[in-house]
T-cell receptor, first 116, second 112 residues
Framework: GAGVSQSPRYKVAKRGQDVALRCDPISGHVSLFWYQQALGQGPEFLTYFQNEAQLDKSGLPSDRFFAERPEGSVSTLKIQRTQQEDSAVYLC??????????????FGDGTRLSIL | QKEVEQNSGPLSVPEGAIASLNCTYS??????FFWYRQYSGKSPELIMFIYSNGDKEDGRFTAQLNKASQYVSLLIRDSQPSDSATYLC????????????FGTGTRLQVTL
C-alpha cells in the first residue's frame, strides 16, 4: 500500500494478557517509530528503528514493552502482562531516513488498545 | 515546563477568517518543526514542516519560525469548516536524535 499500515485497528484485552501490534511502513522507508497517544494528549515517543537496529528505546515505559523489526521492514510492538494504564492509541510512523532532521514522519491510522 | 507547549483551545474562528496557531519549545538546539492535523479518531496528517527562520507558505497554510524566540506558528487563511481539527506541533531536536516531541495540540473550530 501507499501508506503506513497498522493492525489490528482495535484491540480489547483483559488485564494481564499479552498483546502484539503490527506496523507495515511505507515501502523503502528506512526509519520506523512507535508512539503512544493517550486521550487528549499529543503522541509520545516510544522507540525508533533504523532498518532492523533499534537505536532508541528510551520512551518504552517499562520492561513489559518490547519492539522488534527483524528484517528491517514490518515491526511488532509487544506488551506483556497488560495493565489498564496501557490503554491508548499506538501509532507507528516511518520516514525515508530518520537521521535527517528535515525528513517528516508519516503516520499510520494507529491501533486503539483497550485494557479491561 | 513542557518541552513543547500549545494552547489547548478550542480556538474558534469564523469561516473565511485567518486562524493563528502557536507553539513554543524549550530546547534551543531544536532543528526542525512540524505541524500535523489530527481529526478525531484519526492519525496525525502532516501539514507542513519548517527548519529555517522566517516564513514558509504552502497554499492556504503558512508556517513561521523564530528560533531566537523559540516560537513556531501556523497560519491558516480562508479557514474552512473542514479545517476543524486538532493541530499538533512537533519538534525534532536534530543531531542523531530522530524522535519527535509533540505538544498536546490546539483544537480549532471553524464556524459557519
Amino acid at each position: 500500500g501507499a501508506g503506513v499500515s497498522q493492525s489490528p485497528r482495535y484491540k480489547v484485552a483483559k488485564r494481564g494478557q499479552d498483546v502484539a501490534l503490527r506496523c507495515d511502513p511505507i515501502s523503502g522507508h528506512v526509519s520506523l517509530f512507535w508512539y503512544q497517544q493517550a486521550l487528549g494528549q499529543g503522541p509520545e515517543f516510544l522507540t525508533y528503528f533504523q532498518n532492523e537496529a533499534q537505536l532508541d528505546k528510551s520512551g518504552l515505559p517499562s520492561d513489559r514493552f518490547f519492539a522488534e523489526r527483524p528484517e528491517g521492514s514490518v515491526s511488532t510492538l509487544k506488551i506483556q502482562r497488560t495493565q489498564q494504564e496501557d490503554s491508548a492509541v499506538y501509532l507507528c510512523a516511518s520516514s525515508p531516513e530518520g537521521r535527517r532532521f528535515d525528513q517528516p514522519q508519516h503516520f499510520g491510522d494507529g491501533t486503539r488498545l483497550s485494557i479491561l | 515546563q513542557k518541552e513543547v507547549e500549545q494552547n489547548s483551545g478550542p480556538l474558534s474562528v469564523p469561516e473565511g477568517a485567518i486562524a493563528s496557531l502557536n507553539c513554543t519549545y524549550s530546547d534551543r538546539g531544536s532543528q526542525s518543526f512540524f505541524w500535523y492535523r489530527q481529526y478525531s479518531g484519526k492519525s496525525p496528517e502532516l501539514i507542513m514542516f519548517i527548519y529555517s527562520n522566517g516564513d514558509k507558505e504552502d497554499g492556504r497554510f503558512t508556517a513561521q519560525l523564530n528560533k531566537a524566540s523559540q516560537y513556531v506558528s501556523l497560519l491558516i487563511r480562508d479557514s474552512q469548516p473542514s479545517d476543524s481539527a486538532t493541530y499538533l506541533c512537533a519538534v525534532n531536536p536534530g543531531g542523531t536524535a530522530s524522535k519527535l516531541t509533540f505538544g498536546t495540540g490546539t483544537r480549532l473550530q471553524v464556524t459557519l
